[in-house]
């Protein structure tokens, strides 16, 4: 059953979606990815984000660009955390999504992240997990030593190889 709901507009959405996905294999949370739109098909929305909690579903993941009224509409219907992911957009680069996304009423929270930021939204719908879940906790410091092995792997080489040749892999 899955914990997590990414959930975009439209399939242009996917690259950074599944940024997200990729995050929550590796940290072995189970989801599922829609592709809905509130706009085109609302009924089907409505009962996508009005059903999720009886499905199982912890944390929704809603990407969204320009209007960017997904996030805002599952947190008005789905009780639990929504995560909401602006994308980036040819007009005016994400930034009108980013704020139809973060300027939610009061009482209808959308918790969101940077601007095309799918890794981070999953890492924060893994957060919220791990709050009741010790093992997924372990795999979550586990991750962020593994990043913390990664930078330093890279100082290493720096200072073996010298600035002018480490972009020379």
Do not use: W
């Not at 660009?65 to 980036?88: D, E, N, R, T």
């Amino acid at each position: 059953m899955a914990l997590v709901s990414i959930v975009m507009g439209s399939d242009s959405d996917m690259p950074v979606m599944a940024k997200a996905a990729d995050i929550l294999e590796e940290l072995d949370i189970s989801y599922e990815m829609n592709i809905i739109s509130a706009h085109r098909e609302p009924d089907t929305f409505f009962e996508y984000a009005k059903n999720a909690e009886g499905r199982g579903i912890k944390v929704i993941i809603a990407g969204a660009g320009m209007a960017a009224h997904l996030p805002g509409m599952c947190a008005a219907l789905f009780p639990l955390p929504v995560i909401g992911i602006p994308m980036h957009t040819t007009s005016l680069g994400g930034r009108d999504s980013l704020y139809s996304i973060v300027q939610m009423p009061s009482g209808i929270p959308v918790a969101t992240v940077a601007i095309n930021g799918g890794a981070n939204a999953a890492l924060l719908a893994a957060k919220i997990l791990a709050v009741s879940d010790d093992e997924l906790l372990k795999r979550l410091k586990k991750y962020s030593e593994s990043l913390k092995e990664q930078v330093e792997k890279k100082d290493e080489r720096l200072k073996e190889v010298g600035y002018k040749k480490y972009s020379d892999k």
